[in-house]
């Protein structure tokens, strides 16, 4: 086998590998678009005023909208060099900790109705330690796609990421329901148009 032939080999066992990685990060991703939307059909199902509480919801739509972003970006690991086992269980290790923050947000001990309002404040540290390290974690992931790739996504990336690693760290200690509503709003109008703005077309 010629030199090309060897290279032509290597890479459809690369895109075999990383198609079979990509069906297991499906897999996490949809059971946790599947909790969300499970549960929130619940809620419309069984309505109580002391049920809905919009922060909450609110953080809901971010964790959606940061599942749909997820799977967006992990295509762009077709364009990076090898996948060793290390790589394989950072990714997976990712997507497990986006199911994590869906179970803090929908936690299913029992079906009873539950008050997301004290709910919500009541698991809000153990959320908010997920949400910073998703994004800690970001940075690896980034960097597994590679220097360059790091270098063409900019400042608006790094500012991002550093936005939410801090407001999470300080939402962890504040109670302030005005911190809260502030930093949600901005938050999630900063990923919304993160998420636009980077990620408007695809390069394959």
């Not at 079906?111 to 959320?127: A, H």
Request: one cysteine or more; charged letters at 15%; glycine letters at 8%.
């Amino acid at each position: 086998m010629d030199s090309a032939s060897a290279l032509d080999a290597s890479a459809d066992t690369y895109v075999a590998l990383y198609t079979h990685i990509r069906v297991i990060l499906g897999i996490v991703v949809g059971l946790s678009l599947t909790h969300l939307l499970r549960n929130l059909a619940r809620i419309v199902e069984e309505p109580r005023d002391d049920r809905v509480y919009w922060l909450h919801l609110g953080w809901v739509g971010f964790v959606l909208l940061y599942l749909l972003q997820f799977w967006w970006w992990e295509f762009r690991f077709t364009k990076t060099g090898e996948i060793g086992l290390g790589t394989y269980l950072y990714l997976i290790s990712y997507a497990l900790l986006l199911y994590l923050l869906c179970a803090f947000l929908f936690p299913e001990k029992n079906s009873d109705p539950k008050n997301y309002y004290e709910l919500f404040y009541l698991r809000r540290q153990w959320f908010f330690a997920v949400l910073a390290l998703v994004f800690v974690i970001d940075f690896g992931d980034t960097l597994l796609k590679g220097g360059q790739y790091l270098i063409a996504l900019g400042s608006w990336y790094v500012c991002r990421n550093l936005f939410f690693i801090a407001g999470s760290l300080i939402a962890i200690a504040s109670e302030s329901r005005v911190y809260h509503a502030g930093y949600f709003v901005i938050g999630f109008c900063f990923q919304l148009f993160y998420f636009f703005y980077q990620y408007g077309s695809l390069e394959i």
